[in-house]
């Protein structure tokens, strides 16, 4: 598999009332061609951020993301315009996304128009009509002339998808994009992105905090879980949800209610050590998880920040004891995520 | 339509309730007819969508919906049993007189709201919260009052030294919405609602929410109607559930029975459309089509328009909800052959 985006040691920090936030820190990663790879973890872990940043709407603050090999954030303007098309983002609330001023038409054509895509007003009339199909909104007539406010939540997130395909995007990032819609048809809006992610060779990034949406979506891909600010494991998604190796990741999967009443009522607990969620302004030191980690073991958790280390079956898990125990196991990272002596390498200066 | 005698033993018997939105564009009937017990200490879980009038129910049993709705038609019948004499109180909710109903609400029915921030006021400590509370139904106060909360606040969980003298901001989100449960217990209620509880919170922090609400029920003898668009966990805390579409109780039965052999083709589609941790990539449909205009019903069943099995009964007549088992009722023209038929029509499509 290619490359299409890269991470490398990148992080992010806000500064609120003079105090440092580090809402990202030190995530590695590589996202590959016609891949999906979904996101998750709880509020806080970072997952919106570093989503922002690879949409480039936020500039890193250390580290750096390519982009087919290019930094995004060292483009010159052509490249920019260009990789500002490459990549584009649906949000989670199509309440907000869409201007309640603007008709669907409007909203659809104005990309269009703007990038000279369509050559005249013919044209873009029959694209607009075409991507409205191809998002399933049928028949695409009778919603042109609508606003916003007249369509459901479901009808409105595919406009959202349909906004975000009219510059012909390679990649997308979807930010929780179906948690504001009803259950019964959130299913009907994935199959959608599955089909035209296929169909169009776009590669995802899924943000999402829903675990067993996650490897819905990702079924033939990788999710990766974050907590404060880390990448702390990252696997095919499958292979995730029925084997997780980081602590965190078995935490969440056995806190999980099932809509299977003996399934979730017989379910396994994994107790945490303290149900404190630590500030992100004072992060413990080592691994953050580790005042709250089952597997707590001693001085290396709290003083070592533990890499994300790959292994032979395609996990990488950031956790000492389970790197311990899994020596023999242990793999070279693909390109581009490189760690330990390299680290400094790609530091900005 | 013939309407089931109240039993003794059920803590709140609701009978053809019908409630009403008033809007620019007309009626908006987000409640019709709508009947069910809650019996002694039981857990009834009240799931569907947004817009399907779960919450509008439990804002009508305890009177607290906005101006521009009204109660039409039906009755909320509650029962309480004196511990001491062993007789039955009987209160019918819709005719209490205002200062009756303020002492109903809390002492004999709780409400936990979604959005614990909200439910809490700013400026006042917990322990004001407490007393607040105690204090506008002549409760305990002072020392006997503070011993009672931090009992109540041990039972969720929370350490009475840190939290009583905090003020609602200095609490998580997690924290928050257990002090509204422990306040929830304060008076002794035969019976809490629960609205959503844990929708905004993390998945660790509505674990252990959870957790408490399931230990607190071994403990405490309290019934509970829980409404959530979130099937997992009404599969977790229910002894019973109700599925609601477009302003009526569609299914009804318990909760293993609603989950391992529904009878409405609405309730069979809400569960294969949820994804599960353990499921395959197959199994999940959507159900076509989107929830119906409440001012513009659709004609005969709610759910025709977006029932794959509808028959030319379905757009002239509504179905009742009717009894095919003990302790199962559904409302549909076919529940006979719909989780065959059903299946037959997944095949088909795919």
């Known amino acids: ?349 | 339509m013939s309407e089931k005698p109240i039993s003794g033993n059920a803590v709140l018997s609701v009978r053809n309730l019908t409630i009403e939105y008033r809007a620019r564009r007309g009626k908006v009937q987000a409640v019709r007819n709508v009947s069910f017990d809650v019996q002694r200490g039981e857990v009834l879980a009240l799931i569907g969508e947004s817009g399907s009038g779960k919450t509008t129910v439990s804002l009508g049993l305890v009177q607290l919906l906005p101006g521009n709705a009204s109660i039409t038609a039906g009755k909320i019948v509650y029962q309480r049993r004196d511990s001491a004499t062993g007789q039955l109180k009987i209160t019918s909710v819709l005719e209490l007189k205002p200062s009756e109903l303020r002492a109903f609400r809390w002492a004999e029915c709780a409400m936990v709201f979604q959005s614990a921030l909200n439910a809490l006021n700013p400026v006042l400590k917990i322990s004001e919260q407490f007393g607040d509370t105690a204090a506008a139904h002549g409760y305990l106060h002072g020392k006997a009052l503070a011993e009672r909360s931090a009992d109540l606040l041990k039972l969720v969980r929370l350490d009475p030294d840190r939290v009583w003298k905090a003020y609602p901001h200095e609490l998580s989100g997690g924290m928050r919405q257990r002090v509204l449960i422990a306040l929830s217990l304060l008076l002794e209620p035969q019976l809490i609602i629960m609205d959503e509880p844990t929708t905004a919170l993390d998945i660790l922090t509505q674990r252990n929410i959870m957790d408490v609400l399931n230990a607190l029920r071994k403990q405490l003898d309290f019934s509970l109607i829980f409404i959530s668009h979130d099937l997992s966990l009404a599969a977790e805390l229910a002894d019973r559930v109700a599925t609601m579409y477009a302003g009526i109780i569609v299914e009804l039965s318990s909760v293993h029975t609603i989950f391992m052999n529904p009878h409405h083709p609405y309730t069979i589609g809400l569960i294969n459309a949820v994804p599960t941790l353990a499921g395959t990539k197959d199994e999940l449909v959507s159900i076509p089509g989107q929830p119906p205009d409440l001012i513009d019903l659709p004609t005969g069943c709610k759910f025709h328009p977006r029932c794959p099995l509808v028959e030319e009964r379905c757009r002239r007549e509504e179905p009742p909800l009717e009894d095919i088992a003990p302790n199962h009722s559904v409302a549909c023209w076919r529940w006979r052959d719909a989780r065959s038929a059903l299946k037959a029509y997944e095949v088909k499509t795919q």
């Not at chain 1, 590589?30 to 979904?38: A, D, I, M, R, S």
């Not at chain 1, 994994?270 to 992100?280: C, F, K, T, Y």
Request: proline share 6%.
């Open chain 1, 1 to 349: 598999m290619k490359p299409i985006i890269e991470l490398q040691h990148l992080s992010r920090s806000f500064e609120i009332k003079r105090q440092k936030i580090k809402a990202v820190d030190d995530v590695n990663l590589t996202l590959n061609e016609g891949e999906v790879v979904c996101l998750v973890g709880e509020s806080g872990c970072g997952k919106t951020t570093t989503g922002k940043m690879i949409a480039n709407l936020l500039a890193p603050t250390g580290g750096r993301i390519l982009f087919r090999g290019k930094d995004i954030n060292q483009m010159n303007s052509e490249d920019r315009r260009k990789h500002r098309m490459s990549v584009q983002m649906i949000h989670q609330d199509p309440y907000a996304s869409l201007n309640p001023a603007h008709t669907i038409y409007d909203i659809i054509s104005a990309p269009l128009r703007h990038h000279k895509i369509t050559q005249d007003e013919k044209a873009t009339y029959k694209r607009v009509i075409e991507l409205l199909e191809l998002v399933d909104l049928t028949p695409p007539e009778d919603l042109l002339d609508k606003f916003p406010h007249q369509l459901s939540g479901g009808q409105r997130q595919r406009v959202s998808v349909a906004r975000a395909i009219t510059v012909q995007p390679t990649y997308i990032v979807a930010d929780e994009a179906v948690s504001m819609v009803d259950v019964s048809i959130r299913i009907s809006l994935l199959k959608m992105m599955t089909r035209l992610k296929d169909k169009l060779g776009m590669s995802f990034l899924f943000i999402t905090h829903d675990l067993a949406l996650a490897k819905y979506f990702a079924w033939e891909g990788r999710i990766g879980v974050m907590y404060l600010g880390r990448l702390v494991e990252i696997a095919p998604s499958r292979q995730l949800v029925e084997q997780p190796q980081h602590p965190y990741t078995k935490v969440l999967l056995s806190a999980i209610p099932e809509a299977d009443p003996e399934r979730t009522r017989s379910k396994q607990r994994i107790e945490l050590r303290s149900m404190d969620v630590p500030s992100l302004l004072r992060l413990p030191g080592g691994c953050s998880f580790h005042p709250r980690c089952p597997y707590f073991d001693g001085e290396k958790c709290e003083n070592v920040v533990p890499e994300l280390t790959y292994f032979t079956d395609s996990s990488a898990v950031a956790c000492h004891p389970v790197q311990a125990q899994r020596q023999a196991e242990l793999a070279h990272a693909p390109s581009g995520t490189r760690s330990g002596p390299e680290a400094g390498k790609y530091d900005r200066s």
